[in-house]
């Protein structure tokens, strides 16, 4: 039996963009908390929670997009033409908000408002414009002889919008949680305030997806309803479910820790498993397989040597950066 190196790919694809959406993910989310915290000394702890590690977490999403043109050259070249324009807006935010970010601890008191500003803005556009890719990637591309053949604007729609807008929740949720976890007195109450009722929006928002996407989409209809799909996707709006309980009484608790954020983050993994289950084979919605869209045997084996040597090592650093960095920050403390 041959080794399906599409498969093995696939699965690293998307380990990548899993890991990606965690940890920048949270990083984002404190940006998105920005106005709604207005003490300056709670907005630097805020940032110095994620300064010993946050551009590292962008090192998933370089991952992602470097194995996505290595293994599915065509699914690279469709993706790209189609989401052109919302992924230099994210771009355009993540550089945004990194100048942000480093600016704002070196700025004097005029002008400090002013980064506080762009970090936050950076925030939103950046996590908005990967919700709307989101969506312009669930409703699918226009594929004509191996090329995109869609419009400029064919991903903006009003499912893409709503799904940048389920993103922004999904993020804020992450960077509450987060802070919970490493926060302590006065913040931290603030992001348990600020967590219960994101929480029910993520809720909703997952409800509205997971109701939209199948009217919109018979194919994905189709494949919900069929063995041995839909046993496998019984469980999650259960799962879900419980989530979303768990986190509100672990946030309703004096001393809160860990719980609310691993709860978050098991929350945000049930929604990427459904939408894997939803698109599962296509890499290129609605009908391009991961089969079809691969790269010749002899490449994805060359790159999958170099991709199992350099995972270890992301893996590892990362670990251990979190490890040196964990525990609370406390205010004073942090990123100079």
Same mark, same amino acid.
């Given at each position: 039996?041959?080794?399906?190196?599409?498969?093995?790919?696939?699965?690293?694809?998307?380990?990548?963009?899993?890991?990606?959406?965690?940890?920048?993910?949270?990083?984002?989310?404190?940006?998105?908390?920005?106005?709604?915290?207005?003490?300056?000394?709670?907005?630097?702890?805020?940032?110095?929670?994620?300064?010993?590690?946050?551009?590292?977490?962008?090192?998933?999403?370089?991952?992602?997009?470097?194995?996505?043109?290595?293994?599915?050259?065509?699914?690279?070249?469709?993706?790209?033409?189609?989401?052109?324009?919302?992924?230099?807006?994210?771009?355009?935010?993540?550089?945004?908000?990194?100048?942000?970010?480093?600016?704002?601890?070196?700025?004097?008191?005029?002008?400090?408002?002013?980064?506080?500003?762009?970090?936050?803005?950076?925030?939103?556009?950046?996590?908005?414009?990967?919700?709307?890719?989101?969506?312009?990637?669930?409703?699918?591309?226009?594929?004509?002889?191996?090329?995109?053949?869609?419009?400029?604007?064919?991903?903006?729609?009003?499912?893409?919008?709503?799904?940048?807008?389920?993103?922004?929740?999904?993020?804020?949720?992450?960077?509450?949680?987060?802070?919970?976890?490493?926060?302590?007195?006065?913040?931290?109450?603030? *992001?348990?305030?600020? $967590?219960?009722?994101?929480? +029910?929006? &993520? !809720? @909703?928002?997952?409800? =509205? #997806?997971?109701?939209?996407?199948?009217?919109?989409?018979?194919?994905?209809?189709?494949?919900?309803?069929?063995?041995?799909? *839909?046993?496998?996707? $019984?469980?999650?709006?259960? +799962?879900? &479910? !419980? @989530?979303?309980?768990? =986190? #509100?009484?672990?946030?309703?608790?004096?001393?809160?820790?860990?719980?609310?954020?691993?709860?978050?983050?098991?929350?945000?993994?049930?929604?990427?498993?459904?939408?894997?289950?939803?698109?599962?084979?296509?890499?290129?919605?609605?009908?391009?397989?991961?089969?079809?869209?691969?790269?010749?045997?002899?490449?994805?084996?060359?790159?999958?040597?170099?991709?199992?040597?350099?995972?270890?090592?992301?893996?590892?650093?990362?670990?251990?950066?979190?490890?040196?960095?964990?525990?609370?920050?406390?205010?004073?403390?942090?990123?100079?």
């Amino acid at each position: 039996m041959g080794i399906d190196l599409p498969l093995i790919w696939a699965i690293i694809i998307g380990f990548g963009l899993m890991m990606y959406v965690i940890m920048d993910g949270f990083d984002l989310g404190i940006g998105i908390l920005f106005p709604f915290v207005s003490n300056r000394e709670d907005r630097d702890t805020m940032v110095n929670t994620v300064a010993p590690v946050w551009d590292g977490n962008e090192t998933w999403l370089v991952l992602g997009g470097a194995a996505l043109f290595a293994a599915f050259p065509l699914a690279y070249s469709v993706i790209l033409s189609a989401l052109y324009l919302p992924l230099v807006l994210m771009l355009v935010g993540l550089i945004w908000r990194g100048v942000a970010f480093e600016f704002r601890f070196k700025a004097d008191e005029a002008h400090k408002s002013f980064w506080d500003k762009a970090f936050a803005w950076g925030s939103y556009v950046a996590a908005f414009s990967q919700g709307v890719a989101l969506g312009a990637f669930i409703n699918g591309f226009e594929v004509t002889n191996g090329a995109y053949s869609g419009g400029l604007f064919d991903w903006l729609t009003p499912f893409s919008l709503f799904t940048g807008l389920g993103l922004l929740v999904s993020y804020a949720l992450l960077g509450s949680t987060w802070l919970v976890m490493k926060t302590e007195g006065t913040l931290q109450r603030r *992001m348990k305030e600020l $967590a219960r009722p994101v929480t +029910l929006a &993520l !809720l @909703a928002v997952i409800i =509205i #997806v997971s109701l939209w996407t199948p009217f919109a989409h018979t194919a994905v209809a189709d494949r919900w309803f069929a063995l041995p799909n *839909m046993i496998f996707f $019984a469980p999650v709006p259960i +799962l879900v &479910l !419980l @989530a979303t309980y768990a =986190i #509100v009484r672990s946030l309703q608790r004096e001393t809160t820790h860990a719980g609310p954020f691993v709860l978050a983050l098991f929350m945000l993994f049930m929604g990427y498993s459904g939408l894997a289950i939803s698109l599962w084979p296509n890499i290129i919605p609605p009908s391009v397989s991961i089969w079809d869209a691969a790269a010749p045997p002899q490449s994805m084996g060359f790159t999958l040597v170099g991709a199992l040597f350099i995972i270890p090592f992301i893996l590892a650093y990362t670990a251990w950066s979190y490890y040196v960095f964990r525990g609370k920050v406390k205010p004073g403390e942090g990123y100079h």
